[in-house]
């Protein structure tokens, strides 16, 4: 009798714990504080997905190391009609500037992924204004077009650097879908497990220079496309005001 009672008292614990989570959990989500209740702390969050009814999804690609993919990359998403947006560390920009301008001349959309592809929670906020200001420049003297979008090296982030990435008027982009095509796994492994995770705001994440992303991307276009899914930049698929952020990353738009 005495375990019973200890027990039960154990449930009501536990149930009253997992609705005081719930209620912080939707007051933060409804105060638009682009925060979560992690740990005792309020921590920031960037942009996983977004919430949205459309059948809207985005695939970007980090640029970082060579061009050996490249050409047929961009041959393929002219082939498919999409365009993606392009995460680009800036010394990548100064050394292939004439792939930058393609990529923006063909109508795909352009992003910061810093300057020295630093794990940038590390460094103090004078440093992140650097990265983030040299090498959004560095793309606008090649483009000349402004650059909002940035995406932290290796997904690595904290509160300093959303915050200041945010108070330089960039929105940092994170992503629901890993392809996992930087691990060199097979083209048949990229696309099943992009397919099989997509959902409507989706963000996907690959790289320029993977050896078999080229090889796994008509296969996810295709597949996608017939399933009623519509290709769209970041920059198209983002809320850009008006917005909050909730634990998974996900934004959704203020009613």
């Not at 949205?52 to 640029?63: P, Q, V």
């Not at 440093?127 to 793309?139: D, G, M, Q, R, V």
């Not at 963000?203 to 008509?218: D, S």
Request: proline share 2%; glycine share 4%; hydrophobic share 40%.
């Amino acid at each position: 009798m005495k375990y019973l009672v200890i027990k039960k008292h154990s449930l009501i614990a536990i149930v009253l714990l997992m609705i005081f989570i719930s209620i912080l959990s939707l007051s933060l989500h409804i105060s638009g504080a682009y925060a979560v209740y992690y740990n005792q702390t309020v921590r920031k969050i960037p942009i996983y997905s977004v919430n949205t009814e459309n059948k809207n999804i985005a695939i970007s690609f980090d640029c970082a190391w060579g061009t050996e993919k490249t050409d047929e990359l961009l041959n393929i998403l002219k082939q498919n009609d999409i365009k993606a947006t392009f995460f680009m560390v800036e010394f990548w920009t100064k050394k292939y500037p004439e792939y930058v301008q393609r990529i923006s001349d063909e109508g795909h959309e352009i992003g910061t992924h810093s300057s020295t592809h630093s794990y940038m929670s590390k460094l103090n906020e004078s440093t992140i204004i650097s990265e983030l200001e040299n090498s959004a420049k560095a793309i606008k003297d090649i483009t000349n077009k402004d650059v909002d979008l940035f995406r932290a090296p290796y997904g690595d982030y904290n509160d300093r650097l959303i915050t200041t990435a945010s108070s330089l008027g960039f929105f940092t982009i994170q992503w629901d879908v890993d392809s996992l095509d930087w691990k060199d796994v097979t083209a048949n492994d990229i696309a099943f497990r992009v397919i099989n995770r997509v959902k409507n705001g989706s963000i996907i994440l690959c790289h320029n220079n993977a050896i078999n992303t080229t090889k796994a991307l008509p296969i996810i276009f295709s597949d996608l496309k017939n399933k009623g899914f519509k290709f769209v930049t970041i920059g198209e698929l983002i809320y850009k005001d008006n917005y909050t952020i909730d634990s998974t990353g996900r934004q959704y738009l203020k009613v």
